[in-house]
């Protein structure tokens, strides 16, 4: 029986997690190394334990073995291997499983990363990840057992919902829950510390890249998520503002206000406070979020259905809301800025305004998700907000967040001199100014899209000038070439230009967002073979209907043909796919995508045998913007997490050593940012 | 103390933005959400953009993939609502089935509805696959 295998290994990790727990409480009491290393060592069997489980969970989901409740509901046998993979983290109890693994997985790394000298200072904030452990693992024994046998033996499966049949699937939940998981590790290293009466400079620095592994993860979840829903769901969008999607958003918000902060932080002494507020906020986020969506209190049409797991969340996001509102109140001394922020025009004031306009984006985002819970009680009626509200609301901040990323390349701690930033400013906002005249002329009316369209022109701008400043300066310096020099200037500070490439990122994307959102136009036509709808300037035309069969599901599909009379007349088959073991048909878009704008063509029903079709066309401009962009977040943060390339550059190996002297023996990389630690 | 009192005000500002943006969304996005004996009881939501729930009555059902047109009741346990769709119908969309409708009251009584979601409470419904071809090649002949 396999299955009492995996359910020992939940009980062996309900054990190691909270004797771990115990050792680091122990560790930081006693200030006793000695428990710290006992505990690292139960920390790794705590992973191996959730890691035993999943292996457990696969194999049963591989070979079938329907006796488990969980294989049963999510695996039949047309089931492709990569699939049943994925049908690992499609249902409930397994999700959790997923994250509960990689949670213990990435607290045995942290605390192996951890020097064995060091051990002893960071019992606190160990602890509250061994703590979370347990929790995780508690849950899972009692709460959301993956191993549970049904009571009768189901010869087959029932399958995987034919929806999440697609490689995006596969990847995206790993993706989000690894980005769940890793704010933990930011949680306990700020809350933790404070906790433990320490924060400072070196905790900040591994807290940060922690957080920018986290926020990888979730910007890349987020983002393919949203890529899946377009492709897969058929309704033309990508983002519908459903309680399940903002749930990721919240955390996502929260954890980029974070991620600037931090830096803030650690080099300026400022910004302490909403350091460790955010760094708490976003854990809880993340916490609240799943309790919203597994609880049952929101209706979503990708809820897991009213289940006593949402409990456990509850239980959770008060211990985690207490604790970190108790660590921040008995810290605040700690937190207490060392100097003020003088400028808005300076780092630290435009990442205050950041972390504001952020912050509320958030706050406006949970209150649409929970307002038919406050309405419910407040009024006779339950009452939900549609993304009405959200477009409303939520869209203004973040352009004026997008905004604010135009003048970042040339920001510094303190006030910038005004003459700067008037000099830095012209390449941007004449950049800016072309990008949205060039949008004017191709058509585009609307005052917010061009807005938004001037903002990448406007970010690429700044971000090219600012290198250019810097390549010339070190060239002049140094005696390199030029494109010596450049690789070298960005290999010098991986952060900074890093975080200039994923700003550029947020600039596609927000072009692509008003684009699509803005610009689409929609033609829904019933038509008999040989008619033609007519849609952005193209006609597309019917030829037939007819029925295709593959592996596991029986298909209508409608070929048409794009552009028939033009030069190069395309055949699109959009179809509607019937699984053998679902009930709803599920639409298979046929999308065709240049950088202008997506063609996106859906079958949504038919008269007969084929004497009629109904054929919903949309134009949805400058989508593949969004994805480019987001490719970009994530090249950008990868780039930062990644390690310098060439070796550090020595005076004495300059081709050209200048005659000042001060420029030979001072590093002439041209760093903007003067650090200095509190 | 300076920076704090411009951090004050400055976020005091910007949360006076947010309120109003806040304020007037809600009212851009506002949707009661409602069953069909509520909504005909005449309460707040009646007259204003509403969600409702019921079932498909058997009765008077017109439908019509095709031209994307539904015609047809939404049963409560007390009460009946006319409900004329115009849109994409959704494959589940029987009689007897759990759906919910968008949409505003005409003059007639009739409400106009331009969504229509099928309630899907089972997702994993197996029916096997003869079953399964059977429906599709119902559904395409």
Redesign the interface.
């Known amino acids: 029986m396999i299955a009492v295998v995996g359910s020992f290994a939940l009980a062996a990790a309900v054990i190691a997690s909270t004797a771990s727990m115990v050792a680091c409480a122990l560790a930081a009491r006693l200030g006793d190394a000695g428990w710290m290393v006992r505990a690292r060592g139960l920390m790794s069997a705590t992973a191996l334990m959730f890691m035993v489980a999943m292996g457990v969970l696969a194999a049963a989901l591989w070979r079938l073995d329907f006796q488990l409740e969980y294989v049963a509901d999510h695996a039949d046998a047309s089931l492709s291997p990569a699939f049943r993979l994925a049908a690992l983290w499609s249902g409930q109890q397994g999700s959790l499983l997923l994250w509960a693994t990689i949670a213990a997985v990435m607290t045995a790394v942290f605390a192996w990363m951890t020097g064995r000298a060091r051990l002893r200072d960071w019992g606190v904030p160990l602890g509250v990840l061994a703590a979370i452990n347990a929790f995780f693992a508690v849950l899972l024994l009692f709460g959301a057992d993956p191993f549970a046998v049904s009571a009768g033996l189901p010869m087959q499966g029932r399958g995987l919902n034919p929806q999440l049949q697609h490689w995006a699937m596969i990847i995206h939940p790993p993706l989000l829950f690894a980005g769940y998981a890793g704010f933990a590790v930011p949680f306990a290293i700020i809350c933790g510390g404070l906790g433990s009466r320490r924060f400072d400079a070196d905790q900040l620095a591994i807290a940060q890249r922690w957080t920018l592994v986290a926020w990888l993860f979730l910007t890349a979840g987020i983002a393919l998520g949203a890529w899946w829903a377009y492709v897969e769901l058929g309704w033309g969008g990508y983002w519908a503002w459903d309680p399940v999607e903002n749930a990721s958003l919240i955390p996502w918000l929260t954890g980029t206000a974070l991620l600037h902060t931090i830096p803030v932080s650690r080099h300026r002494g400022v910004l302490k406070g909403w350091t460790a507020g955010l760094a708490a906020a976003t854990f809880i986020f993340c916490i609240v979020g799943t309790y919203i969506t597994r609880s049952g209190v929101i209706e979503s049409v990708h809820a897991f259905g009213r289940s006593p797991v949402g409990n456990y969340f509850l239980v959770l996001l008060t211990a985690a809301a207490v604790f970190s509102g108790w660590v921040m109140f008995a810290g605040r001394e700690r937190l207490r800025a060392q100097r003020g922020v003088d400028s808005p025009l300076s780092r630290e004031g435009v990442t205050l305004l950041a972390d504001l306009l952020l912050v509320a984006m958030a706050g406006a985002t949970l209150l649409g998700t929970l307002f038919p819970v406050f309405s419910g009680a407040a009024l006779t009626t339950a009452v939900s907000v549609g993304p009405g509200f959200y477009n409303r609301v939520v869209s203004p901040l973040g352009i004026a967040v997008a905004t604010a990323m135009v003048i970042a390349p040339l920001l510094v701690y303190g006030p910038i001199a005004s003459r700067t930033l008037k000099l830095g400013l012209i390449p941007p906002v004449a950049a800016g100014g072309s990008a949205a005249a060039m949008a004017v002329v191709l058509g585009a009316r609307s005052p917010t899209f061009l807005i938004c369209a001037a903002l990448p022109a406007a970010v690429l701008a700044g971000l090219a000038a600012s290198i250019v400043d810097s390549v010339v300066t070190y060239a002049r310096h140094t005696g390199f070439g030029i494109s010596a020099s450049a690789a070298r200037v960005i290999d010098s500070n991986h952060r900074r230009y890093g975080g200039h490439l994923a700003h550029l990122g947020v600039g596609l994307a927000v072009v692509g967002i008003a684009g699509s959102s803005l610009l689409s136009s929609n033609v829904t036509a019933t038509l008999e073979p040989g008619g033609e709808l007519e849609i952005g300037g193209r006609a597309i035309r019917f030829d037939q209907l007819r029925e295709v069969r593959a592996g596991g599901y029986t298909a209508a599909e409608a070929v048409l043909t794009v552009d028939p009379r033009g030069p190069a007349p395309t055949v699109i088959r959009p179809q509607r796919r019937f699984y053998d073991n679902a009930m709803d048909a599920v639409a298979e878009v046929a999308i065709r995508t240049t950088w202008r704008e997506d063609l996106y063509v859906a079958l949504i029903g038919w008269e007969g045998a084929g004497q009629s079709a109904a054929i919903q066309a949309r134009i949805n401009p400058l989508t593949v913007w969004i994805w480019a962009g987001a490719g970009l977040m994530v090249a950008g943060g990868l780039f930062s997490l990644a390690p310098r390339i060439l070796p550090r550059p020595r005076p004495e190996s300059f081709p050209k050593i200048e005659a000042s002297p001060e420029a030979s023996a001072a590093d002439p990389l041209p760093h903007p940012l003067p650090v200095s630690r509190p | 103390m300076?920076?704090?009192r411009?951090?004050i005000i400055?976020?005091a500002i910007?949360?006076a933005a947010?309120g109003y943006?806040?304020v007037?969304?809600?009212g851009?996005?506002?949707?009661?959400?409602?069953d069909v004996d509520?909504y005909t009881a005449q309460?707040?939501?009646t007259g204003r953009r509403a969600?409702v729930f019921g079932v498909v009555g058997g009765n008077a059902l017109e439908l019509n993939?095709?031209?994307?047109s539904a015609r047809f009741d939404l049963v409560g346990s007390t009460s009946t609502l006319r409900v004329d769709y115009h849109?994409?119908?959704p494959?589940?969309f029987q009689s007897g089935r759990q759906v919910v409708v968008e949409g505003q009251l005409g003059a007639d009584g009739v409400f106009n509805a331009d969504v229509l979601l099928t309630k899907?409470s089972?997702?994993?419904?197996?029916?096997?696959?003869a079953a399964?071809?059977a429906?599709?090649?119902e559904?395409?002949?």
Do not use: D, F, M, P
């Open positions: 300076r920076s704090i411009k951090q400055g976020g910007i949360i947010v943006l806040a007037t969304g809600l851009s996005g506002w949707v009661y959400y409602v509520q309460t707040a939501a969600r993939r095709a031209n994307l849109g994409a119908v494959e589940l899907c089972s997702k994993y419904e197996g029916h096997g696959r399964r071809e429906r599709a090649a559904s395409l002949r």
